[in-house]
C-alpha cells in the first residue's frame, strides 16, 4: 500500500512566518506534487517535481518554494506566509510516467490557518 | 489548455437513489487519461478509477459504473443505490501528456454527494 504522510493535519501561523510543510512517501515514487484545495477551486497545482532537486512551477507558485533533496520527501516552503494562503495542503506521489499515465496518491492533507 | 467542468456544486440523495455525476472535460492532447476520485471528510483523496482517451468501453465496478463519450468530451460517473458512506467530495482530473517530466492533473471542482437516511 502506498503511503504518503504529511507533517501535520493542522497548522496555525503568524503572517510573516516562514512555514515549512513536509510530505514523504514510501513507494519510492518519482514524482512529488503539492496542490492546495480552496472551496470552489478545486485542487490547484503549486509545485512538483518529477526527480530529486528537479522541481517545476504548477499553475499558482507566487509566494511557494519546494524543496527535494531525498527522493521520498518533498517539502513546501511558504518564505512569508499570508492570510490568503490559508487553505488546505494536499501532498502527492506517483510513479514516473513517461510512458503510461499513473494515478497519483494522495496525503491526509494539512489544514494552515494565517492569522 | 486543459479544462474540467464538475457543473453539479452539490447533490443531495437519499439512501438507495441512483445517483450521476457529470464531468465534461477539454483538451486539445489525442492521448490523455482522466480519473475519479473521491474525497470522504477525513479529507484524503482516494483514487477510484482511471480511464485512457483509446478505451471508450464503460466500466462497472461492484455500485460504480462510469460512462466515457468522447464524442460529448464526457467521463460521468454513477453510483447505484446510493448510500450514506457515498457521502463524500468527488472530482474529475485529466492528465495531461507529459513533455519529459511528470504529467500533471487538471482537476474538476469537485460535486459533493450528500447521501441521507
Known amino acids: 500500500d502506498v503511503k504518503v504522510t504529511q507533517s501535520s493535519r493542522y497548522l496555525v501561523k503568524r503572517t510573516g512566518e516562514k512555514v515549512f510543510l513536509e510530505c514523504v512517501q514510501d513507494?519510492?515514487?518519482?514524482?512529488m506534487f503539492w496542490y492546495r484545495q480552496d472551496p470552489g477551486l478545486g485542487l490547484r497545482l503549486i509545485y512538483f517535481s518529477y526527480d530529486v532537486k528537479m522541481k517545476e512551477k504548477g499553475d499558482i507558485p507566487e509566494g511557494y518554494s519546494v524543496s527535494r533533496e531525498k527522493k521520498e520527501r518533498f517539502s513546501l516552503i511558504l518564505e512569508s506566509a499570508s492570510t490568503n494562503q490559508t487553505s488546505m495542503y494536499l501532498c502527492?506521489?506517483?510513479?514516473?510516467?513517461?510512458?503510461?499515465?499513473?494515478?497519483?496518491?494522495f496525503g491526509p492533507g494539512t489544514r494552515l490557518t494565517v492569522l | 489548455a486543459q479544462k474540467v467542468t464538475q457543473a453539479q456544486t452539490e447533490i443531495s440523495v437519499v439512501e438507495k437513489e441512483d445517483v450521476t455525476l457529470d464531468c465534461v472535460y477539454e483538451t486539445r492532447d489525442t492521448t490523455y487519461y482522466l480519473f475519479w476520485y473521491k474525497q470522504p471528510p477525513s479529507g484524503e483523496l482516494v483514487f477510484l478509477i482511471r480511464?485512457?482517451?483509446?478505451?471508450?468501453q464503460n466500466e462497472i465496478s461492484g455500485r460504480y459504473s462510469w460512462n466515457f463519450q468522447k464524442s460529448t468530451s464526457s467521463f460521468n460517473f454513477t453510483i447505484t443505490a446510493s448510500q450514506v458512506v457515498d457521502s463524500a467530495v468527488y472530482f474529475c482530473?485529466?492528465?495531461?501528456?507529459?513533455?519529459?517530466?511528470?504529467?500533471?492533473?487538471?482537476f474538476g471542482t469537485g460535486t459533493r454527494l450528500q447521501v441521507t437516511l
Open positions: 502527492a506521489s506517483s510513479l514516473d510516467d513517461r510512458s503510461s499515465y499513473n494515478e497519483q496518491f
Open positions: 513507494m519510492d515514487h518519482e514524482n
Open positions: 480511464r485512457n482517451s483509446f478505451d471508450e
Open positions: 482530473a485529466l492528465s495531461e501528456a507529459p513533455l519529459g517530466t511528470a504529467s500533471k492533473l487538471t
